[in-house]
């Protein structure tokens, strides 16, 4: 789960990680004395979304007088950013985050994440932060520090020290960086991250080390465990197929295709993705209705593959193993007849209760494709797309 840069910024302040002074607002006029209780001559006015790239976007803009503070944020409220991480419409803009400016002699780049690779905890660095690090990544490796975290014993000062040199710090801020470290680990740890970026993480005109940005993904899995970090979700920054098939525990990603998938286990669900792709179609979603799935849950889920107006036909590949093939069928059924959908609709079962799952379908007198196994669903499925 994604949180706004505000609410990261808040958990920051929890685990004494310096950010500069600031306060979020949904309102478009702003109160002078809020602003003015910042300190300093000017602020910064960063429209609140879930994507990357705002900056280049025009989200974040610099304002020296509260009036210029007033203007830019009743031009950021209530309008969508754009950005080359979201699609053509954009993420609205609910709130603004208005902070103090910062005066930067340079600019770095940190992270903490879950690298899949070691299966362990991975500080990622570099001197080169900014706005530009993708790229940095990608034309000079050289310039990225990787630091592998080993479980057992947790962070080590001599692995601070490490990134420290890297960074090339003077004393005083290599020991600032040392607590910061140790301070993101804990929060890392203790509150079942996947991810803590800053991007930048700079150094002041005072020569100290500020997190200018903050961005944290929290592990969906642990969110039972924190409930005041799931209160944090803001569903207005999703998709709303992808926010209500969430209300339904299924696993769904909208995608730019015309062929909507739905399939039980997510290594299924990528390799029939990879299939219609290999036969020439475009995958419409990745939708996971997970093992133990029911037939309200799949018909849920058709809902919601239906309610995409791109989708051009729909292949179901479902493997019985723990889910039954004639519960799927039911689902289907009843999602045909809820919506009346007259989208080809392409099915392929296998697996527990199989027979009875294409008895199901055969008798509901509905235009229901059968398949007699991946590679002829998406077959069917791209020619049913093609008209």
């Not at 299966?119 to 990608?138: H, R």
């Not at 301070?183 to 203790?190: A, M, Q, T």
């Not at 295709?257 to 020439?280: E, P, Q, R, S, Y």
């Not at 799952?357 to 509901?364: D, H, I, T, V, Y």
Request: charged share 25%.
């Amino acid at each position: 789960m994604n949180i706004h840069e505000y609410q990261a910024k808040k958990l920051f302040k929890d685990y004494n990680i310096p950010v500069p002074a600031n306060y979020v607002t949904s309102k478009v006029v702003v109160d002078d004395q809020y602003t003015s209780s910042l300190g300093g001559s000017s602020w910064m006015v960063k429209a609140q979304v879930h994507t990357g790239g705002r900056g280049k976007a025009g989200g974040v803009k610099k304002a020296n007088s509260s009036k210029e503070v007033t203007e830019i944020t009743q031009n950021l409220l209530g309008s969508s950013l754009i950005t080359h991480q979201t699609g053509a419409t954009g993420q609205p803009v609910n709130q603004v985050l208005i902070e103090t400016a910062t005066e930067i002699k340079r600019e770095l780049y940190l992270s903490f994440l879950v690298d899949r690779a070691t299966t362990k905890i991975t500080i990622i660095a570099s001197k080169a932060g900014g706005m530009d690090i993708e790229q940095v990544a990608a034309d000079t490796p050289e310039q990225i520090i990787n630091v592998t975290i080993d479980p057992i014993v947790g962070i080590q000062a001599y692995q601070c020290r490490e990134i420290a040199f890297a960074l090339d710090l003077t004393a005083e801020q290599r020991k600032q960086l040392t607590i910061l470290l140790y301070n993101l680990y804990n929060l890392f740890i203790e509150k079942d991250l996947s991810l803590v970026e800053i991007n930048p993480l700079v150094v002041n005109q005072q020569d100290d080390l500020i997190a200018l940005d903050a961005k944290i993904n929290i592990d969906d899995n642990a969110l039972y465990r924190h409930k005041d970090l799931a209160d944090l979700y803001d569903p207005t920054q999703e998709d709303a197929k992808e926010h209500k098939a969430r209300q339904f525990e299924l696993n769904y990603i909208a995608l730019d295709g015309d062929i909507a998938c739905m399939v039980n286990g997510a290594g299924l669900a990528m390799a029939t993705m990879d299939v219609v792709k290999m036969h020439g179609g475009e995958p419409a979603n990745f939708l996971d209705v997970g093992g133990g799935t029911t037939a309200e849950k799949v018909t849920e889920a058709c809902k919601i593959i239906l309610s995409d107006d791109k989708v051009k036909a729909i292949l179901i590949n479902i493997f019985g193993g723990i889910v039954r093939c004639d519960l799927i069928a039911a689902g289907v059924i009843q999602a045909i007849q809820d919506t009346g959908t007259r989208l080809p609709i392409i099915v392929r079962l296998e697996g527990t209760n199989v027979d009875k799952g294409k008895e199901m379908l055969a008798q509901s007198g509905l235009a229901i494709i059968t398949a007699t196994d991946l590679d002829d669903g998406a077959k069917k499925a791209v020619l049913a797309a093609k008209g």
